[in-house]
């Protein structure tokens, strides 16, 4: 078990939405950012018999969601890199307002490299760790001018052939990444610590803590939690169960790791796994 240095003094949270109310809700929270979701393009079939989130965002949604963002706090996800179809996609984000794009499913410097020249300064750039060939040139995709990275537990595990997503916390995947990248790291999902199925969440903040890890996604489950709680006392807990997690004495962490990786060992999602 690996044990990272706490990079952040405030745990980023971003919710993925195209809900105008929803987003007020979420800033006024305290939510970091909004996501719009444009990423779609191959996505069924590479996770087909996964539990995975498909969305399907438009341009016009984008700019739905700008008129109510804060400058500074919207995202939007293009597709993986093509030849294609990046160049029009980098254009409709700018022209929306976007304030950082996110590129998915990065395969090798040359994709990113070609993707931040389109951006050209215009806005963040920003890339998903979520292949084999992505980790095998983060030396070279680290030196790039990001405004951030995120570890995509969902593909990245199925291009490993682990049991479920939470594999890659556990096998040096991201103590690898986070040694690689100076820039603010991402991983997973989360919601209201003692929620979360199979596993609560406050068992993956623990191992974000644990991890080095800068921010992360709220899950789909924290539309779901928002029912019972509001989003000041879900986001005001899940920062601080992450600060008691980064406090934590090294035999705590120790403890706290096994719990996980005893959860983690006792499920799979993974119908291919072997």
């Not at 969902?154 to 890659?168: E, G, R, Y």
């Not at 709220?218 to 709680?229: G, V």
Request: hydrophobic share 40%.
């Amino acid at each position: 078990m690996s044990q990272l240095l706490r990079q952040t003094d405030h745990f980023q949270l971003f919710l993925f939405t195209t809900d105008p109310a929803v987003v007020k809700k979420a800033v006024s929270a305290g939510v970091d950012g909004i996501i719009v979701d444009w990423e779609n393009q191959g996505k069924k079939l590479r996770q087909e018999n996964f539990d995975t989130q498909i969305n399907f965002d438009t341009y016009d949604d984008l700019c739905r969601v700008r008129d109510v963002t804060p400058e500074g706090k919207l995202i939007c996800r293009i597709n993986g890199f093509s030849g294609e179809h990046t160049l029009k996609e980098v254009e409709m984000a700018l022209q929306a307002g976007a304030d950082e794009i996110f590129l998915p499913m990065v395969r090798n410097v040359d994709e990113a490299r070609r993707t931040f020249d389109m951006i050209a300064g215009r806005t963040g750039f920003s890339i998903l760790i979520e292949t084999a060939s992505a980790l095998e040139c983060m030396s070279e995709l680290s030196q790039l001018a990001l405004r951030r990275a995120y570890i995509g537990l969902n593909d990245l595990h199925i291009q490993q052939n682990s049991k479920n997503i939470f594999v890659p916390l556990m096998n040096d995947t991201a103590v690898n990444v986070r040694q690689h990248f100076k820039v603010p790291l991402g991983a997973g999902g989360v919601t209201y610590p003692p929620s979360g199925m199979p596993i609560a969440s406050k068992y993956l903040i623990n191992e974000y803590a644990r991890l080095g890890i800068d921010f992360s996604f709220l899950r789909r489950t924290f539309i779901r939690d928002h029912a019972q709680h509001s989003m000041e006392h879900m986001v005001h807990h899940i920062r601080e169960s992450y600060d008691a997690a980064a406090r934590r004495s090294g035999e705590e962490v120790a403890a706290d790791y096994q719990k996980f990786r005893q959860l983690v060992d006792s499920w799979t999602t993974n119908p291919a796994h072997i």
